[in-house]
């Protein structure tokens, strides 16, 4: 079993930084691949960005190219999501996922966190 929390959400303006982390439970951590997802109001989960357990291997959605950067702290059990020059789009609940391959699918991940809320004013 993998339990996932989230943190690191809050209220920003257009432009500015979020940086959001997720700390696993679990001893497969350092072996799994981790993503990261967002769903918006009546909107569908949406891929955001994906990375192998070494960290060697990254992908992102087109829509965060340049502005979002995933990484992970094996040591620490935790991944990580540098939000920058964030737009009113990128309002969404933002979860992180624990998988066994690289996928943008979300059936793909086998556990999920509860979600934290990014919301970004005009």
């Known amino acids: 079993q993998v339990q996932l929390v989230e943190s690191g959400g809050g209220l920003v303006q257009a432009g500015g930084s979020l940086r959001l982390s997720c700390v696993a439970s679990?001893?497969?951590?350092?072996?799994?691949?981790m993503g990261w997802f967002r769903q918006a109001p009546g909107k569908e989960r949406e891929f955001v960005a994906t990375?192998?357990?070494?960290?060697?291997?990254?992908s992102y959605a087109d829509f965060v190219k340049g502005r979002f950067t995933i990484s992970r702290d094996n040591a620490k059990n935790t991944v990580y999501l540098q939000m920058n020059s964030l737009k009113p789009e990128d309002t969404a609940v933002y979860y992180c996922?624990?998988?066994?391959?690289?996928?943008?699918?979300?059936?793909?991940?086998?556990?999920w966190g509860q979600g934290t809320q990014v919301t970004v004013s005009s």
């Open positions: 679990g001893r497969t951590f350092s072996r799994a691949v």
């Open positions: 996922a624990h998988g066994p391959i690289i996928s943008v699918v979300p059936s793909r991940y086998d556990y």
């Open positions: 990375i192998s357990w070494s960290g060697s291997m990254t």
